[in-house]
């Protein structure tokens, strides 16, 4: 491919005006000039959907505020079937999840409660490649005991 076709190809245009729109908005514009409303709104977006510190927000005491939490099966006292949905990180529809014991402090991904290193908690369960929620628990004394339960529990304790 030549350089005037390369110049003219309209992929590799759109490709180096979102490269170039992306740097501009990475770089804090300057106070006298203001930025195209257009950039600000995607800079927010971004800002509100990823992030910087990871712990929860006080609006917002779930470490997962976005995520949809669901306990959809008990096939166990030791494992619960977890529908977990979060636009921002993942998606699992039946996710295993098995009770251990916590490694460290959180908060609960169903109600927000405080999680103690020590406390009782589930997990999503290892495996290979380590699910994008494996940090998420979910205090044991907040999971529903019955067998099957499809509600949608945080809404319960918002």
């Not at 390369?6 to 979102?18: E, H, K, M, N």
């Not at 505020?65 to 099966?73: D, G, H, M």
């Not at 979060?86 to 014991?101: F, L, N």
């Not at 009782?120 to 067998?147: F, G, H, T, W």
Request: aromatic share 6%.
């Amino acid at each position: 491919m030549t350089a005037l076709a390369r110049s003219a190809d309209p992929w590799l245009q759109t490709v180096r005006s979102l490269t170039a729109t992306h740097n501009r908005a990475a770089e804090p514009a300057p106070q006298q000039k203001a930025a195209h409303p257009f950039l600000e709104r995607l800079a927010r977006a971004r800002e509100r959907d990823h992030p910087r510190v990871a712990s929860p927000s006080p609006q917002s005491p779930r470490p997962f505020p976005e995520a949809v939490v669901r306990v959809i099966e008990r096939p166990s006292s030791a494992t619960a079937i977890v529908y977990w949905s979060d636009a921002a990180t993942c998606h699992y529809g039946y996710q295993g999840w098995r009770v251990t014991t916590a490694t460290s402090d959180g908060a609960c991904a169903l109600t927000g409660a405080p999680i103690h290193r020590g406390d009782s908690v589930y997990r999503p369960s290892q495996r290979d490649p380590k699910p994008q929620n494996a940090s998420a628990m979910i205090l044991a004394a907040s999971m529903p005991q019955n067998e099957t339960s499809d509600a949608d529990l945080q809404d319960q304790h918002a």
